[in-house]
């Protein structure tokens, strides 16, 4: 599942390719569970309106669009990746992937395709986003510390709630903890002031390191350009069970919290 870098990545590769675009016309796919808004309601806020920016909110790719020529609102095309979603920009001749739910034909005669061979994605349309938790990257220490505070969930679970945080998933929650010295069972709660502050840096620098790196290539995720991204090669802890700490040496764990898996160094993390 892309998390945020992932979507970081995503997003600004598709910036880049479609920003000042105009939306032509729209095709939707018959299966209901990719629309979480009505067609009806997706095309007519999608089409003959331009792009004005692509971004990232959360794990939520937003597609910021100008307003009708009849002076409504302007709207925003929200699409969630689930699990295997993919946006692709390619030319109207390429071939139709299977599990194509959505092609956004472009005014530059280019095509935007929504493939999710698993449908856990979502497409919407929404006058003004807002992602339910605090963004990472920019919550200040204070903000983040009080986020915890009374919680007795153990802090993996807390750093992976996307009602405290927005877009925090398994793998830089994993890496997160480790680089801040922290087992992913204690208490929420139970960790002091300097946990929060080490725990606090280490969030914002793996995930801006991931997103330098282009993300993690996990399975099938790739970017927008059908690239994949090289943070994998930096995990030091997550998918490594068994392996040698690149500190210590010791075996990494893995221990099951709360239904996902969380690896940890048994000598490094406290
Ligand atoms: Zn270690």
């Not at 003959?48 to 909110?57: C, F, T, Y």
């Not at 956004?104 to 938790?133: M, N, Q």
């Not at 793996?206 to 970017?223: C, F, H, P, T």
């Not at 943070?231 to 764990?253: A, D, N, T």
């Amino acid at each position: 599942m892309p998390e945020l870098p992932e979507v970081e990545t995503i997003a600004r590769g598709l910036a880049k390719r479609v920003a000042g675009d105009a939306i032509e016309s729209v095709w939707l796919g018959s299966k209901p569970e990719p629309l979480k808004s009505t067609a009806s309601e997706i095309v007519s806020a999608l089409e003959s309106k331009r792009i004005l920016d692509v971004r990232r909110l959360g794990k939520h790719i937003v597609f910021d669009l100008e307003a009708g020529n009849n002076g409504t609102g302007r709207a925003q095309w929200i699409v969630h990746l689930g699990m295997t979603g993919s946006l692709l920009v390619c030319s109207p001749e390429s071939e139709l992937a299977k599990h194509t739910h959505a092609i956004v034909r472009l005014a530059s005669g280019r095509e935007l395709r929504f493939v999710d061979p698993r449908r856990f994605g979502r497409l919407s349309v929404i006058e003004k986003f807002e992602a339910p938790g605090a963004e990472p990257l920019q919550i200040s220490f204070e903000n983040f510390a009080a986020l915890f505070r009374g919680r007795k969930t153990p802090i993996k679970s807390a750093l992976l709630n996307q009602k405290l945080l927005s877009g925090v998933g398994n793998i830089y929650a994993d890496e997160a903890l480790f680089r801040a010295g922290i087992r992913p069972r204690r208490r929420a709660a139970s960790l002091t002031r300097d946990d929060l502050r080490r725990l606090h840096l280490s969030l914002k620098r793996v995930l801006k390191e991931a997103i330098r790196l282009g993300g993690s290539s996990i399975s099938d995720y790739l970017d927008a350009n059908g690239d994949e991204g090289f943070f994998q090669l930096k995990h030091r802890v997550y998918g490594r069970e068994g392996k040698p700490c690149r500190v210590c040496k010791s075996p990494i764990k893995r221990i099951v919290i709360a239904g996902r898996s969380s690896h940890y160094c048994p000598k490094c993390q406290k």
